[in-house]
């Protein structure tokens, strides 16, 4: 299976060469003994005007190995609630991206919950925008991607373990990535003020925290899902700190501060 890319000229440009020159412009330069192990990132999935600084910067702060999982919010309703592709070759503008299959059914053995199916995957942008960045970072990248729907807590947990026991089955260095963005359409001192909230239980390295915050409070957080599935196999990897790389929203791009989107990019190591 080909999968094209699904939003290119309109969440970032669709050539390689002004794809490539805008990565370049919105991810620093960071020398690899800066660079932490980390187990897991959340980055935001806007338009790279909006998003992609945040997403640049923290990606750049970290060590991305050739193995990464991706996950991402359904936000069509198409396919299984917990979908990996199993096979095929991603089409990007900066060159084909291979999917990981070995890791991909180690996910399937290791919970009945995750299915193979690639319709979730085929109008969703969560993961396809960051691909550019993983691919400017990690040139021999090879993705396993998952598309979560709405879950509870429970299935969540089941997710996030299932993938540490796949990440230790692999063998290899596996980064973790959770694509989300924050607060919708908000006043900006709101979102802000609910988007920290959220923030603090990511601190705390509590993945229930996080996904009753949000639920409870009303949070639009459209990855809550796959950033408490990441933190849960983080923790169950080892994890023991979180860094905020950054926290913006959208109208530091557009000028608009009474209904802006959050962003934000934590590393979990």
């Not at 005007?49 to 640049?56: C, D, K, N, T």
């Not at 059914?105 to 691909?131: G, K, N, Y």
Request: hydrophobic fraction near 45%.
């Amino acid at each position: 299976m080909r999968r094209p890319p699904a939003v290119a000229d309109r969440f970032y440009p669709g050539t390689a060469a002004a794809l490539g020159r805008m990565v370049a412009d919105l991810t620093p330069t960071v020398a690899p003994d800066r660079k932490q192990q980390a187990l897991a990132v959340m980055v935001p999935h806007a338009g790279y005007i909006y998003s992609g600084g945040v997403a640049g910067e923290t990606l750049a702060g970290v060590k991305v190995p050739e193995n990464v999982i991706v996950m991402g919010p359904n936000h069509h309703g198409y396919g299984a609630s917990v979908a990996v592709m199993t096979e095929g070759i991603w089409e990007m503008p900066m060159g084909e991206v291979p999917i990981n299959g070995e890791l991909a059914r180690l996910l399937l053995h290791a919970s009945p919950r995750i299915q193979d199916d690639e319709l979730a995957h085929r109008f969703e942008h969560s993961l396809e925008v960051e691909v550019p960045f993983l691919q400017h970072l990690q040139p021999a990248l090879a993705l396993t991607p998952l598309v979560i729907s709405h879950l509870s807590f429970a299935a969540c947990e089941e997710v996030g373990m299932a993938i540490a026991s796949a990440v230790r089955d692999f063998a290899k260095p596996v980064l973790i990535v959770a694509s989300s963005d924050m607060s919708h359409y908000l006043p900006r001192a709101e979102a802000s003020r609910n988007d920290h909230l959220a923030l603090a239980e990511l601190e705390r390295l509590d993945p229930q925290g996080l996904y009753d915050t949000v639920l409870v409070k009303g949070i639009s957080m459209c990855g809550v899902m796959p950033t408490t599935i990441a933190l849960v196999a983080a923790r169950a990897l080892g994890a023991s700190r979180t860094e905020l790389v950054r926290y913006t929203d959208s109208g530091e791009a557009s000028g608009d501060t009474d209904q802006v989107v959050g962003y934000a990019g934590v590393i979990i190591s």
